[in-house]
C-alpha cells in the first residue's frame, strides 16, 4: 500500500483486487450475521448489521466504498481510476484490515 502505483497495469490490478476484496468481505459478514441468525439480502444490509452488532465501526466507509465499488466495474476515466486508487490506499484499505483483524481476534 506504500508503494507509488503508476502504471495502468498496476492500476488496474489495484482497483480488482479492491472488487475482490470488498465482495469478499461484506460476504463474509453476511455468513458471519447468517451463523448469528440475522437474515440478510444484501450488501448494504450486512455493512449495516454489522456496524449495529460491532463487527465494523465505521459504517459510512463502508457504504462509501460499497458505492465506489460498483463504480469501478464501468471506470474507464483515468482521473476517476487515480481518485479511486488514493482512496483505496487511505480509505478503504485500512477498514478492511480492520475488519480482518477483528475477525482473527475472534478465532
Known amino acids: 500500500m506504500d508503494q507509488q502505483i503508476e502504471s495502468e497495469i498496476e492500476k488496474a490490478g489495484m482497483i480488482q483486487f479492491f472488487e475482490m476484496a470488498f465482495e469478499l468481505a461484506w460476504k463474509v459478514m453476511k455468513d458471519y450475521l ?19 452488532i460491532g463487527l465494523i465501526d465505521n459504517r459510512h466507509v463502508w457504504i462509501e466504498g460499497l458505492t465506489v465499488r460498483n463504480l469501478t466495474v464501468h471506470t474507464y476515466d483515468e482521473q476517476l481510476a487515480d481518485k479511486m486508487i ?12 480492520k475488519f480482518y483483524d477483528h475477525l482473527i481476534k475472534e478465532l
Open 86 to 97: 488514493d482512496d483505496i490506499k487511505t480509505i478503504f484499505f485500512p477498514e478492511l484490515k
Open 34 to 52: 447468517e451463523s448469528e441468525a440475522y437474515e440478510i439480502k444484501s450488501p448494504r444490509e450486512a455493512i449495516k448489521q454489522s456496524f449495529q
